[in-house]
């Protein structure tokens, strides 16, 4: 490691990644990151632990090998989206291995404009559209990947929907939210019965950059099959979850996101109708997160912070509620679309 590298924020809860770094790389910089397989003494969080089945939502070894075999590289590349360009990769000592890939200039999403997550959405849409009903048969690409992570969500089972913390919600809301984590089952049933496509699955704001007309996207561990619209609701809720935009733009957000994914879609000849489309946005949207108030819930409790911590994102679990309020509006009425049809 150079004396002089520069440590960056990563999810220090997942094992799989022991650091991330910036590097000096000749006359530029670049990305280091070690990746480990699972350790045999626990650490990180109970939520994040790796596992060396490929098949498993969190395998450790899957970023890795989507660099190496140049599938990240390749598959959104027509739609002009693009993973880093692999400098090194080499195995190291304990199974570990070291990656450095091309640094990426620009601006990360949490400095977008609603038209640029809007221009995002619809590339997104241009790259998935071929991969519909045809998800490319790589034994370590993941498969039910939402399920699995929802099965590893350390949430309160029986949350105090009755208490202070929750009566700062309007009824209405309040109702919903509880309605949202009790059938959490059915909205997962719904997300999984969705037309299927490749999809990178951690499409959050601190992933993605853009220079000029290129966007660039990092962190493919769990890249695999999803639903038509998974990662376009991923962008949409953790574009709100950790403050980085402020709750007013939340409708022009989805209706930019939303309408350039389905524009995307078309422009690829995808024939899926457009209520699909948009059941598949709601669906995945209101599934991975039906656990988000109950945990809120549980951190308000114990006076503990909520957000990204690893990137310096997290604050007080009162202020969030107030903050997310217009993306819980949001996400019951999502459930509402995905159980009417």
């Not at 939520?47 to 990240?72: F, I, M, V």
């Not at 029986?158 to 202070?164: N, R, S």
């Not at 695999?224 to 709750?247: F, H, K």
């Not at 524009?263 to 690829?268: C, E, F, K, P, T």
Request: hydrophobic residues 45%; glycine residues 8%.
């Amino acid at each position: 490691m150079q004396a002089d590298a520069q440590p960056l924020p990563f999810n220090a809860g997942n094992p799989a990644t022991v650091g991330v770094w910036r590097v000096r790389h000749g006359t530029t910089t670049a990305i280091e990151k070690i990746i480990q397989p699972p350790p045999t003494a626990f650490t990180g969080s109970p939520q994040w632990q790796t596992s060396t089945d490929p098949l498993h939502w969190n395998y450790w070894k899957r970023e890795l090998l989507a660099y190496r075999t140049g599938l990240c590289r390749e598959v959104f590349a027509d739609a002009g989206l693009c993973a880093p360009a692999v400098l090194d990769a080499r195995k190291l000592p304990e199974g570990r291995w070291r990656l450095v890939l091309a640094d990426c200039p620009g601006r990360t999403a949490a400095a977008w404009t609603v038209a640029d997550s809007g221009d995002f959405a619809n590339r997104l849409g241009r790259a998935q559209a071929r991969f519909v009903h045809q998800v490319p048969r790589i034994s370590w690409l993941s498969h039910n990947w939402l399920g699995q992570y929802l099965a590893d969500r350390d949430v309160d089972p029986d949350p105090d929907w009755t208490g202070a913390f929750a009566q700062t919600w309007p009824p209405h809301l309040r109702a919903g939210l509880q309605r949202l984590w009790e059938r959490r089952r059915e909205l997962l049933a719904v997300a999984a019965a969705l037309p299927r496509t490749l999809c990178h699955l951690d499409v959050w704001p601190m992933n993605l950059f853009t220079t000029g007309d290129q966007y660039s996207i990092i962190d493919w561990a769990f890249i695999g099959e999803g639903a038509v619209g998974e990662d376009v609701s991923n962008l949409i809720v953790d574009s709100m979850t950790d403050g980085l935009y402020p709750p007013s733009i939340l409708p022009e957000l989805v209706s930019a996101s939303t309408e350039g994914y389905l524009a995307g879609l078309r422009a690829s000849g995808c024939r899926l109708d457009v209520a699909t489309v948009r059941r598949g946005i709601a669906a995945t949207g209101a599934a991975k997160y039906t656990w988000l108030a109950p945990a809120m819930l549980r951190a308000a409790q114990r006076a503990e912070p909520v957000g990204a911590v690893h990137y310096g994102l997290a604050r007080p679990a009162t202020e969030a509620f107030d903050h997310r309020r217009e993306l819980f509006e949001l996400l019951v009425s999502w459930a509402r679309l995905a159980e009417d049809g």
